[in-house]
């Protein structure tokens, strides 16, 4: 089991930046693909903003590419996502993944964060 908590979240003007962390319950590098996710107002389905694993470069969504990096600090168990050139649109509720790298056939393989809301002004 994985407990994830994120922070960090807010209003912030457009054009500003934020920077978001996860903090895990247990150390995570080599066992889990730690991921953010985001769920925009009125929509269901969270999409993949983006991803680290071991020992492969970080994957982005189009739409934060060059302007979102993931990266960790595993002596901390944490994850962060730094969001700068925020724009309006980037407005969601931003969640922490943690996703099995080898899945295991009984118990969950994926845990979730409570979210964090940014709201991005125009």
């Known amino acids: 089991q994985v407990q994830l908590v994120e922070s960090g979240g807010g209003l912030v003007q457009s054009g500003g930046s934020l920077r978001l962390a996860c903090a895990a319950s247990?150390?995570?590098?080599?066992?889990?693909?730690m991921g953010w996710y985001r769920q925009f107002p009125g929509k269901q389905q969270r999409e993949l903003v983006a991803?680290?694993?071991?020992?492969?470069?970080?994957i982005y969504a189009d739409s934060v590419k060059g302007r979102f990096t993931i990266s960790a600090d595993n002596a901390k168990n944490t994850v962060y996502l730094q969001m700068n050139n925020l724009k309006p649109e980037d407005t969601a509720v931003y969640y922490c993944?943690?996703?099995?790298?080898?899945?295991?056939?009984?118990?969950?393989?994926?845990?979730w964060g409570q979210g964090t809301q940014v709201t991005v002004s125009s």
């Open positions: 993944n943690a996703r099995r790298v080898v899945l295991r056939t009984s118990g969950p393989n994926e845990f």
């Open positions: 991803a680290l694993a071991p020992t492969v470069r970080p």
């Open positions: 247990r150390s995570f590098f080599t066992d889990y693909v």
